[in-house]
Nanobody
């Protein structure tokens, strides 16, 4: 059984940082593209960032502020969120699917894949 569990969200002031974690069981995170998504109330789901092999991708609105990484030994995906803005407020979750068809292009188009977690809430407010 594949399970993804996110953690690390919270309430922060604009300009501050958070580090999100996605712990995975039942699926090796280096088997396929894997990424972070977010969804705010009343808004469409967005693909935020993706990592596949040594390649990393970001949506334009988070480039230079967010950083995706992974610890293969811990089978855990991370997202470092820096210089947070109120518009970053959303539920963040990780998602993936078995290769070969799933790609970072899919993720950045908001396609979650076969496996995803419940999400962790990030609220940016003064």
């Amino acid at each position: 059984q594949v399970r993804l569990v996110e953690s690390g969200g919270g309430l922060v002031q604009p300009g501050r940082s958070l580090r999100l974690s996605c712990t995975i069981s039942g699926f090796r995170l280096d088997n396929s593209a894997i990424g972070w998504f977010r969804q705010a109330p009343g808004k469409e789901r967005e693909g935020v960032s993706c990592i596949h092999d040594d390649d990393r991708y970001y949506r334009d609105s988070v480039k230079g502020r967010f950083n995706i990484s992974r610890d293969i030994a811990k089978n855990t995906l991370y997202l470092q969120l820096n210089s947070l803005k109120p518009e970053d407020t959303a539920s963040y979750f990780c998602g993936t699917a078995p290769p070969p068809s799933f790609s970072c292009e899919s993720i950045l188009h908001g396609i979650v894949g076969d496996y995803w977690g419940q999400g962790t809430q990030v609220t940016v407010s003064s």
